[in-house]
């Protein structure tokens, strides 16, 4: 029985593609799994560049640089309030993000509140409410203070706006602290050094899209790990044929 038949019995919805409204053909088993709201075209689009970089001594990882695309996507999302997007960022990484953050408590660059209040919802924690990792709300912006309008001296500032919401024990926990754009690294630096006032056992960072360059690229580990996921969904996808087609009675 071929797939595409396969898909008409179990009356399988057609996916319509988030960014271009197109229509989203299926081609293994495996892709009903991985729950994704962007077509091949649109996501072949974006460059996944898989940086890494260190703040205070902390690995992190950012997916995307933020390039127009990416930008684009981002003004939508936040800017335009189209909460439908919010998949589309991580959705084909969340699979292998999931595997190499397992364990790991989610904490949330913050916004201001009023902010997300307009917005309707919180983007950073939509953009990554696609993994499947537990979360804490540990942290709080207490001003509409913007890091892009102020310049290099101000920029200084910003830990007088952020705040922790409780007080915590963190020293059995591992955090993933996670934000939309990496600019300066300022708010993620000032969020980590009150992270640190709850001593957690790792603290790790991740981001969509970075600003400021990094040498130090990820794309070959990353390949790597990828390969890996691709021969395994294909083998699920063989075996899957062989019973629908009852080769294997
Ligand atoms: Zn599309």
Redesign the pocket.
Known sequence: MKFKNALKIFNYPTRI?K????S?KLKTFSDIFISDD??T???NRREPKFYKFKIKNYDGLSLYDYDDEIKKLIYQFKGCYDIELKNTFLSKYAPLLNLMYVGYYVVFVPSYVDEDKIRGFNHVKEMFSIMNLKTIDLLCKTDNYKQSDQNIQNRINISNYLTLTQQLDLRKKNILLVDDILTTGNTIYSCIELLEKCHPHKIKILTIAKTIKSNDNFQSKYEEKMSFLDSFSKKLHCFTKKILSGKNK
Do not use: G
Request: glycine fraction near 0%; proline fraction near 0%.
């Open positions: 593609c960014v271009c409204f197109e989203i962007t077509c075209k649109c996501f």
